[in-house]
């Protein structure tokens, strides 16, 4: 599992690589209103709530496919904004956080 940190005065964090069936988190030291996740690559899967997302779970928003795309969601917390994100593959990602 890697944790990504996101200060106030950055946008988000950029070309990380997610490890099989291991959550990643990204931490933003603020409140973030809604995110973009993109990615490129096998199906990626998150959550933007703080709870732990699962491969093809309910409980989680996907970016199908391979190849590349992206999903902006709007994020349902107050305080600083955790974006978890699995996968199967090895997928590149990036998270964008707006106010």
């Keep these: 599992m890697a944790a990504h940190s996101v200060a ?4 988000g964090i950029r070309a990380k690589t997610l490890t099989a069936a291991t ?3 990204v931490t933003f030291d603020r409140d973030c209103d809604a995110v973009e996740v993109y990615k490129d690559g096998p199906a ?3 959550t933007v ?3 732990t997302p699962t491969v093809a779970g309910n409980n989680s ?6 190849g590349e795309g992206a999903l902006e969601v ?8 955790v974006v ?3 996968s199967s593959g090895t997928p590149t990602y990036s998270v964008t956080g707006s106010l």
Excluded at 8 to 11: K, S, V, W
Excluded at 61 to 66: A, N, Q, R, S, V
Excluded at 74 to 81: C, F, I
């Design 8 to 11: 106030a005065t950055e946008p």
């Design 49 to 51: 709530d703080g709870s």
């Design 84 to 86: 978890k994100l699995i």
């Design 61 to 66: 928003y996907e970016l199908p496919g391979t």
């Design 44 to 46: 990626v899967y998150f």
């Design 74 to 81: 709007e994020v349902p917390t107050s305080g600083d904004t």
């Design 23 to 25: 959550v990643d988190t």
